[in-house]
């Protein structure tokens, strides 16, 4: 039986108890013949309440930890009420006890060293499904707070059940009622993540979702009748179909585009950030967001991982400009491609950098002093018309360049 637990209220319409109380389906969908079919029964799935942590997931962490250290003081200072949700929130911490998603989430907000100047009200959402990981869950949680004691404006609530069911009763149908809210969604497998569920969280205005998906067990599953249904729940469509007359990288990178155009149908930025242990393809965090600050902030994240654990990371969202995400940057890409895209014109600083934001993988803070300002030294780029008293490598407002051809 489903049973939600909060530390106070939440939400404030009661929720339906039919939908507490459906029983776990496990990882299955329903067939064309409407009987459910495991289609993941193949996928290493661990068994236990509490697993090993392995490189991607603690890659995933620090994008997660990244990412809430950015939008927290943002959202949390200009709304009375934010939201951050877990669709697939697991037992709060792994074997080895590393803290999981959840703890991550909520000691980005305790552990803030802006904290004191975050007013709004903010409401944790934790969904698992599993109820002994439901039940750690809990205990993962009471172990922080008595610890670190939340503040009055932090609420936990927890959910015993499955996103797909609760995911619907947790955004309340009134658009005035709606805090910006961001969601991760990260499940073992690809069912139970309907696309038709994450356009009604990416359709909204502020909310925002982080969704992991596995593409090489997708790519290795595709031909099979069994996964038909779930790949067409998880797309909306029956694109993901063009993958099956290709192999290798060319099939991951059709689903990997496919999944990304299927999100920008219902919000306006998509980055895919590639986690590559042992340098393999494909296991990929998609990040929507409507907000172009939200957008800069994720890159933000993304290029502060450090590559650990014999992971490499990436930013795959247009293969051809495929970029890694290390220490020190390949600055000549940027130029490569701000050159491609200017070529022979003159260009403000304001379209370049917003450019570099949302046509490139790369960040707001590469292109001045990093990227301009050695292609001026070297004679490349030039300001037009400069204002007087400029100094060559600054950047100021209504600056104009061109690329020397
Ligand atoms: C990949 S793990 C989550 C790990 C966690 N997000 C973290 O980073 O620490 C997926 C979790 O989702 C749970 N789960 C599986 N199907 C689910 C569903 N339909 N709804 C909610 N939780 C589900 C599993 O029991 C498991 O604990």
Redesign the pocket.
Known sequence: MGRTAMTREYPKKPMPTDAMTQPSQG?SVVGAKGHRVDVEAHLPKPKDTCWRIDSH?LA??RILRGYLQAWLPIVGTSFPRIRLI??????GRYAGGEP??PIIMLRAILEHAARATISAEITFVF????ED?FEELQRSINALRAVTPFPANVVVGTRH????QLMPLIAPADETQRPPTFA?I???GWT?VPMKLNSSILGIDHYEALIYVPLPFIARFVDDPAVEDSLTLLYGDETWRTARALSGEARIEALRSGFETAMLKHTDYVRAFDIRPDGNRGYTLFFGTRSLRGLEKMKDAMWSVDPAGGCLYSDTTDPNQEVLFRPEPDFSQLELMLRQRFAGEVFSIEAAELFVLEGTPFAKSHLKRRTLKPAEAAGRLSAVDPAPGRQRGTYPSGTRLRFQT
């Open positions: 990882d997931t995933k962490h877990d669709g697939f929130a697991g037992p999981g998603s969904i698992e499904e599993r990981r059940g499955r996103f797909d991760f990260d499940p073992f139970d």
